[in-house]
């Protein structure tokens, strides 16, 4: 993704100066809460996607750099609050904040930042966008409570599986790319266009996710390797896994998974059993599929400097490995 | 207030009616949740607010009843995610919700209904009123982290106290007023006269609770009584007290509010200091001034039915007992 990001740099560079200027408060808790999330996100891919979605679209103002700036901040306010609800311990390779400053100030900060792009959305000044990255937060909170009832569920269907991951990873990855579009004028086509593209990278992305977190490295993911099976989280690699090694695994996943009781062991047995069975492999070729529909989308669109780098996007988001 | 709520009515009704549609949601726990939480509350003030000012502010048509609902799902919001911060164990006389369904659902739903209140300001169609009650929510939310910061400090000054609450409290009364008067169309000074009516009728409010919760009695109040002496948090009756109670009191105050080694006894004793020094009476006091000032805003506006029982609701605000 470095092509995009080397062609967006302009444009990020003021869309960081207005999310600096906006986490900014006279209650010095917030900055210091806000930026220690903020400024752990190297790639910023949400609001990327908003501006490169505006610029494809054809749009050469600056309406989309304030909806950028607002996704960042929908998307700080989600991490802030799950990790609260899931006491998770790693945020992008940092303590998480609700261990600095206490669940309360994590809680009430993702609050304030969630306000902010409401405030940042009237400021842009667009309605249509407005209601776009409305139903997106709460569609997010939707698939959040969806997985929180579910998520433990290990006879989960692979369609409520990506039904959860829609709801609460590729949903802001499609309203940040239509409201791109929409704040550049685009016809309702293309504003389609982008919405799928980034709903089905968004879906991608959390397939190579929820597989890195049985097949990456503590170093490079900024989290623990581990979490999910830990934490007997329902994601597709183990879903799969499960299914596939059928009864005669039954009593092992009953103790890790239903149990919770593991030793040290088993997670390197899961990561064995994903590997014979091709559950890690499958999850893969799912994200391939779903990253090679959001390349797809991007034919709605003539030549432009934007299509290319858009398209090696895609693909990044199968072959990383963080 | 009864003359308010009768004339209201109607209006109240559809309100309750765009409630009830948007808190719905396919997640089962999300209308349960909100639910659990909506139909305590009895009263519906601040929507009524919004109502009440449209219709003053000669409003007749149904641009303020979304706006109404609006108010209505970020006050819901705000308790939700309050009670989860403060672990407040009652609220409006029932179990608090994240005793029953959990601290993360309560995060995820207060999200929820924080989204959907957007969502009806959209469908509300003014940006106006958008960027009045995104302000809001972002203030009370920098309110909340002042006083989690600053709630148990002793020595909190009267300004600082009155700071606080306007952020946390008279903020959303302000906005929930001032917004049905743009819905109304009514003109700047008029705006401005609502937003003050609604703000000083929010510390008025908040005032008396504070004082309620040393004078009330369980039964009538929602909550348990002394919670905020048996928390340690600095409202104004307790800062007045140990105040006004000076040297010869610091021991007893050292212990049961720095400390909070309290025994049952001394909530007692707390009682009977606040009537000595007239804590309680100068806490009451205030809040009338502030009910006075509110009426005075309503000056701008000529005869109309709405009037006489905005003014009821200020002197209500004081003289009520729960």
Redesign the interface.
Known sequence: MDGLIALAAPDMARVDGLIREHMD???P??PALADHLIAGSAKRLRPLLTVAAARLAGGRDDACLKLAAAVEFIHT??LL?DD???SSQLRRGRVAAHLIWG???S??????L???A??L??AA?S?PA??IL??A??V???G???Q??RSHDMHLSQELYLEIIRAKTAELFAAAAEAGAISAGASPDRCRALRQYGQDLGVAFQLVDDALDYSGEAGTLGKNAGDDFREGKATLPLLLAIQRTGAAERSFWDRTVDRREQDEADFDRVRDLMRQTGALQSTLDLASDYAASAKAALQAFGPSPWRGPLEDLADFAVIRRS
């Open positions: 408060s006279p209650v808790v917030i306010a989600t609050h609260v609800v899931d669940a309360p100030s809680v009430l900060v993702g609050d304030f969630f306000a902010r409401f405030e959305m009237v000044g309605m407005l209601e409305a139903r937060s709460r997010i909170a939707e959040e409570v969806l929180l009832t």
